[in-house]
């Protein structure tokens, strides 16, 4: 019912910063709730940031005052704007969509790898 398609990882130095971006498919102020999360290898999958239908916006410890979370409503677009970029921030990135339509419906991208070395 949403796909989700994440894009704007890459390679970059400590200190550099990435966009992420998420394009869903449909209305995304019709998801409750939509979440980066992040997996590092040999880690669990990670809360990022989240950002409510209303606006509110929530940060993980390890990237708050680095990384902010927003949308583009009209361009049902979902962002991740990563500064000061850390080795420790390298991982997948994954788009999540979290919807309450008569049921819970929950959706991921395909993630997008973000390398942070010199």
């Known amino acids: 019912q949403v796909q989700l398609v994440e894009s704007g990882g890459g390679l970059v130095q400590p200190g550099g910063s990435l966009l992420l971006s998420c394009a869903t498919s449909?209305?995304?102020?019709?998801?409750?709730?939509m979440r980066w999360y992040r997996q590092a290898p040999g880690k669990e999958r990670e809360v990022v940031a989240a950002?409510?239908?209303?606006?509110?916006?929530d940060y993980a410890d390890p990237v708050k005052g680095r990384f902010t979370i927003s949308r583009d409503n009209a361009k049902n677009t979902l962002y991740l704007q990563m500064n000061s970029l850390k080795p420790e921030d390298t991982a997948v990135y994954y788009c999540?969509?979290?919807?309450?339509?008569?049921?819970?419906?929950?959706?991921w991208g395909q993630g997008t790898q973000v390398t942070v070395s010199s």
């Open positions: 999540n969509a979290d919807a309450e339509w008569g049921r819970r419906y929950n959706y």
């Open positions: 449909g209305n995304i102020l019709s998801i409750n709730v």
């Open positions: 950002i409510t239908s209303g606006g509110s916006t």
